[in-house]
């Protein structure tokens, strides 16, 4: 469904962006944009969708919190172990 909008948007967009007729061609799109956005199983959608970006959002954010002190964590312990190593080190045999 999200697919067919966005291709649907970009049709409009690349028309009024190439049509010749001009402004009654732009006017056209504009009415059936409304339209469109004004439909009620439309509107069901993005309500729907709404309420699920809510509802995941203390989750999402929980798990981005985690990640970030994950990734802090390594870095710290990488950044560790390379200081204890001197570049001489490396090459001895």
């Not at 339209?35 to 995941?56: G, R």
């Not at 950044?79 to 570049?87: K, L, R, V, W």
């Amino acid at each position: 469904m999200k697919n067919k909008l966005v291709f649907a948007a970009g049709m409009a967009a690349g028309y009024v962006l190439g049509a010749r007729a001009g402004r009654a061609s732009y006017e056209q799109i504009k009415v059936k944009a409304n339209e469109l956005w004004s439909n009620p199983k439309v509107q069901d959608k993005v309500s729907q969708a709404s309420e699920t970006v809510k509802a995941k959002a203390p989750e999402v954010q929980a798990q981005a919190e985690q990640a970030l002190k994950k990734a802090q964590s390594a870095m710290h312990r990488g950044g560790d172990n390379d200081a204890a190593q001197s570049p001489s080190d490396e090459y001895k045999i």
